[in-house]
């Protein structure tokens, strides 16, 4: 299948192209496409860049969409989504206001098929009378990796300050006691945002093979995440074989055993958890491994491959 999708979400289009599909991307400088992304591995399907001149002569048969603006990047094309072209739009966001009433922007939009990446967000978003269907992440496995030799708490988070209390990087001050390495896009921030919490160091925005790698050497993982959907970094920490503390907020709930780590809304029950896991390094592998069952059972990228086969038949089809 031709699937026509823009490059917005990397970690999530690095799963989309595990499928044995040819992937359509405009080049990076026309229509707000950025290009295909950097991949580092081999794919069963194709990558290809193609201009808007082919597609018109050759049309994909499902545009794959993720941000409203896209639907007039396809219109100037002369490919309507959902008209000239089956579509879908996959969600990957909670609402974020008017919850519960929270109205998808296209909801009753009958022709098209929204896609959730969580049955949280599934449930929390209005979308009317537009068909909708889930396909839970999945993650190709990195492969058990811990070594849990750094008595640290693993913090992954992208733009932590800007996003503040959506990633609970403001509950970072409950755990002053331990040590706090934290990583990704502007994570160097947060030593002045958190003058009060000298624990919390930057340890880098790395490249996915070496974070897998930096962050398997760390204790635990902290995933403190208030009001967003269930981050990549969270299932792949429990991949690797790290065990997890985990704020019990959207879909932690169904993605986290209690006995991989902590769960709680109790930000003091996962504090003691954490001491518990730094003082016992046999402890701290132990809940690790049950982490990472857990982990490839529900979000294998085997899985969510055919899930995605399934929606993208069901929507070519009508």
């Not at 860049?49 to 994909?60: G, I, K, N």
Request: aromatic residues 6%; contains cysteine; negative net charge.
């Amino acid at each position: 299948m031709r699937i026509l999708l823009w490059n917005i979400h990397g970690g999530y289009s690095d799963a989309l192209l595990s499928g044995s599909h040819d992937y359509l991307y405009l080049p990076a400088d026309e229509h707000g496409s950025g290009g295909p992304p950097d991949l580092h591995r081999p794919t069963p399907g194709t990558v290809s860049v193609v201009t808007p001149e082919e597609l018109r002569d050759a049309p994909p048969d499902v545009v794959l969409l993720q941000r409203p603006e896209e639907l007039p990047l396809c219109a100037a094309l002369g490919l309507r989504p959902g008209v000239d072209v089956p579509a879908v739009f996959l969600e990957h966001n909670t609402p974020h206001e008017d919850v519960p009433d929270s109205r998808h922007p296209l909801a009753d939009r009958p022709e098209l098929t929204i896609v959730h990446v969580t049955h949280f967000n599934a449930l929390f978003w209005d979308c009317g009378s537009t068909p909708t269907a889930v396909v839970e992440h999945g993650i190709a496995d990195p492969g058990l990796r811990y070594t849990g030799e750094l008595a640290s708490l693993a913090f992954v988070v992208n733009e932590p300050v800007r996003r503040w209390r959506n990633t609970g990087t403001d509950l970072l001050a409950h755990f002053a006691a331990h040590p706090v390495d934290a990583f990704g896009i502007d994570a160097d921030l947060l030593p002045a945002a958190l003058p009060g919490c000298p624990q919390v160091s930057y340890a880098g925005n790395l490249k996915p093979e070496q974070l897998y790698e930096a962050v398997a050497r760390r204790r635990a993982y902290l995933h403190l995440n208030r009001w967003t959907s269930l981050g990549l970094s969270l299932i792949q920490s429990m991949m690797l074989g790290l065990p997890v503390l985990v704020l019990d907020t959207t879909e932690a709930t169904r993605a986290v055993p209690p006995d991989a780590g902590a769960l709680s809304t109790d930000v003091g029950v996962l504090r003691r958890e954490a001491a518990v896991l730094l003082a016992d390094p046999d402890e701290a592998a132990r809940r690790g491994l049950v982490a990472r069952e857990a982990a490839l059972e529900r979000y294998g990228i085997q899985r969510f491959v055919a899930d995605w086969d399934r929606v993208l038949e069901s929507v070519a089809s009508r």
